[in-house]
């Protein structure tokens, strides 16, 4: 029984990888074709910057995920606090928001599940 429990758990983690490597992937290439960047400061700090970008993927890898695991809980750096259930997702939308704006090549999309 024990093992059947953990084989149930592994398939319901993998497929929370593969719906997030196609929300990832598809948020990516978003944010590779912005043309128009807008750079706002976190509470006035200049060495802590936050896109349009940034918002945008937020929301739409949330917005993504919740189609499918709406009772998943969320955490992101752009001011999503929503901790509610042992499922939480955990997100920086553009990790690397100063190397993105610079437009060089060192930044990512950062999506754990926990």
Do not use: R
């Amino acid at each position: 029984m024990a093992t059947m429990e953990m084989n149930q758990k592994l398939d319901l983690i993998f497929k929370k990888f593969e719906t997030a490597k196609k929300v990832v992937l598809k948020a990516g290439k978003n944010v590779k074709e912005k043309v128009l960047i807008q750079v706002d400061l976190k509470d006035n700090d200049i060495s802590d910057l936050v896109t349009n970008c940034d918002v945008e993927c937020q929301t739409m890898i949330i917005e993504e995920i919740k189609k499918e695991y709406s009772d998943d809980s969320w955490l992101s750096e752009e001011n999503v606090k929503d901790i509610h259930s042992s499922n939480l997702w955990i997100l920086d939308p553009i990790d690397g928001t100063t190397n993105f704006v610079m437009m060089k090549k060192n930044y990512a999309i950062s999506l754990a599940y926990y």
